[in-house]
């Protein structure tokens, strides 16, 4: 597509449900990321793909986060048992390439809201 | 690890006038890339500039302009002309050319133009 595209744009939960977030990249960009901001805060690294590396997890702030991506195409980033320290705009990007030398593509993200 | 920081939370200009927004990071990286990001309420991500560590010139882009040093580990951005369009979210951001890391950003600053 001509741009990054996450659904859905706002999302609300009850506090122990469970969650999945969508990401379509831009096509042909091997790396995407996923980013949590608070609100009024930066942007926090989650997670990220880069082709077919194994993923770089190190910023998932518990086990019950987890992502997943099919080759160079969608993401899903899953939230189990939501927490209400879990509502922010979780925001997906992409790049061209693994180096992300050129900056990243952002969708305009998903609010999740846990009440 | 690389840290980005922006000492002003929250700055605001009057219409027509200039602004400065600074930012500073860590790194014991000899070449890398900086950036700064728009966040307008929209909340969509948008690259405004970017600039290459190994480049004494400053990048310029129509009325967005940085001045890099290098020496100082310092980034700022400079925007001329404001218009109430430029109100939102600016990010300074920090990615090493090794191409092993994620973006890493600043805290941001909150821009409002007055007019």
């Known amino acids: 597509g001509a741009g990054v595209s996450q659904s859905p744009s706002n999302k609300v939960t009850e506090k122990g449900k469970d969650v999945e977030l969508r990401c379509d990249p831009i096509?042909?960009?091997?790396?995407l990321y996923w980013y949590r901001q608070r609100l009024g805060q930066g942007l926090e690294f989650l997670i990220y793909?880069?082709?077919?590396?194994?993923?770089?997890k190190s910023g998932l702030p518990s086990d019950r986060f987890s992502a997943e991506r099919t080759g160079e195409s969608v993401s899903t980033l899953t939230i189990q048992r939501t927490q209400q320290e879990d509502s922010a705009v979780y925001l997906c990007?992409?790049?061209?390439?693994?180096?992300?030398?050129?900056?990243?593509?952002f969708g305009s993200g998903t609010r999740l809201t846990v009440v | 690890a690389q840290t980005v920081t922006q000492s002003q939370p929250e700055m605001s200009v009057q219409e027509a006038e200039t602004v400065t927004l600074s930012c500073t990071y860590d790194?014991?990286?000899?070449?890398?890339?900086l950036f700064w990001y728009k966040q307008p309420p929209s909340r969509q991500m948008i690259l405004v500039i970017r600039q290459e560590a190994y480049k004494q010139q400053n990048a310029t882009e129509n009325r967005f302009s940085v001045n890099f040093q290098k020496a100082a580990k310092s980034f700022s951005l400079k925007i001329s002309d404001s218009q109430l369009g430029d109100t939102a979210m600016y990010f300074c951001a920090f990615i090493p050319n090794s191409g092993n890391t994620p973006l890493v950003f600043g805290k941001g600053t909150r821009l409002s133009v007055i007019a």
């Open positions: 096509s042909g960009h091997t790396a």
């Open positions: 990007a992409s790049s061209l390439d693994n180096r992300g030398n050129y900056g990243y593509t």
């Open positions: 793909f880069q082709g077919n590396s194994a993923p770089d």
């Open positions: 790194t014991s990286e000899n070449n890398y890339y």
